[in-house]
């Protein structure tokens, strides 16, 4: 009786190596607000939606109409900012809606508390909410609560705005406050010349 030749097949076998994590595009936000610029968007930025395709390459940019041309930029799904325009396409302002977005200027950022009270000067109502700024300046922060007690330029109100978390932190090409009159930031009196004397017709006042 023969013995049958046993036949072993063996295979090789490769396995694929463990990819390292990536970071969710989501983290990836890095931009800056300054007072010159919002990330790459300037004064002199075409507010295209080309043009702001390729500013924000890597981002959602979504043209919108509400009811002027608007630009909303989103990363990972969350809304970053928004870009407001002109009817020239030049750009009005840029708000930032995300704690994502930093401010180099001041430590202003949406939803972290507000400690920077003695820096502004003033308060607009936009809308039912205030957007309060230091006068002069391109950066402005908007807040969700009513604007009571804080347009009427006395910088001793803003103090309530200590604690509070801005919903939007707020560049403009143009800075804020250049169309109103001067404040001597503390009573909401004018720092404007005061109007000369009337005419007396004693020149020695008796």
């Keep these: 009786m023969r013995a049958l030749p046993i036949l072993l097949v063996t295979g090789c076998w490769t396995t694929t190596p463990p990819q390292a994590p990536t970071t969710p595009a ?12 919002f990330g790459p968007v300037d004064a002199q930025s075409p507010a295209t939606l080309a043009n702001m395709r390729k500013l924000f390459a890597g981002y959602d940019v979504r043209p919108i109409n509400d009811p002027g041309l608007e630009y909303h930029v989103y990363l990972g799904g969350e809304q970053l900012f928004f ?4 009817e020239d396409l030049s750009i009005f302002n840029v708000h930032a809606t995300s704690g994502k977005i930093v401010t180099r200027e001041h430590p202003w950022r949406v939803g ?7 820096v502004l000067t003033q308060c607009e109502c936009w809308g039912e909410n205030p957007t309060c700024f230091r006068r002069g300046e391109h950066v402005a922060v908007n ?4 604007c009571a007690g804080l347009t009427s330029n006395n910088r001793r109100a803003l103090k309530a705005l200590d604690g509070l978390a801005p919903q ?21 009196t004018t720092t404007d010349a005061p109007p000369p004397p009337g005419d007396d017709d004693d020149d020695d006042g008796n």
């Design 26 to 37: 989501a983290s990836k936000a890095d931009i800056a607000i300054t007072e010159t610029g």
């Design 83 to 86: 870009i407001v325009t002109n």
């Design 112 to 118: 972290q508390p507000f400690q920077d009270s003695a």
């Design 143 to 146: 807040f969700a609560r009513e």
């Design 168 to 188: 939007r932190v707020i560049w403009s090409p143009t800075a804020f406050g250049s169309d109103s009159p001067e404040f001597d930031g503390v009573d909401g």
